[in-house]
């Protein structure tokens, strides 16, 4: 089984981040955005205008905000390369996409740190199985990765983790 990439390319993606989620203008977000909007600080090429200075702007929570891969996978492979800029009826379409499969690449990546860790047999095995529950073959649309097999493996993974602590303190 292939993993599929879960490290952002912003290169590939369509600035999702930057329109589903909503901002609250606290000490993370220096203004008040609704989602499913573009941050005013995204230009038309999907970059912020003002990524050099995020923090200083007030933008800690950009900084800190990985999709893990899931914004570029969305736009390239469920979206084939499309944009919500070329056809405005994809923008919800996309950011609940991202919104979808974020959770799903961020569960990918602390199963991925987890098999890497001196497991028993039994719970190499279930984080295989789970990793391979949230490994659709080959999906074409968000409703792949809402299938019961794939969210019931999501929603199982807190509960797994929970197992790894001995685990993962022998490693210290």
Request: net charge negative; aromatic share 8%; charged share 20%.
């Amino acid at each position: 089984m292939t993993l599929p990439e879960l490290t952002e390319d912003c290169s590939r993606c369509a600035g999702l981040c930057c329109v589903a989620y909503p901002f609250e203008a606290h000490e993370d977000f220096g203004l008040l955005k609704q989602a499913d909007t573009p941050c005013p600080n995204l230009a038309p090429d999907f970059r912020c205008s003002i990524h050099s200075g995020l923090a200083a702007c007030g933008f800690g929570g950009c900084v800190a905000y990985s999709c893990a891969g899931a914004g570029q996978r969305v736009t390239q492979v469920l979206f084939d390369g499309e944009t919500w800029q070329d056809d405005p009826d994809l923008l919800t379409h996309m950011t609940y996409a991202l919104r979808v499969l974020r959770p799903i690449h961020e569960a990918l990546l602390v199963l991925q740190e987890a098999a890497a860790l001196p497991l028993p047999p039994e719970l190499q095995t279930r984080c295989a199985d789970l990793t391979a529950a949230l490994c659709p073959h080959n999906p074409t649309s968000v409703w792949d990765f809402e299938e019961n097999s794939v969210q019931n493996a999501l929603a199982a993974v807190p509960e797994f983790v929970e197992t790894l602590a001995p685990f993962a303190q022998d490693r210290g």
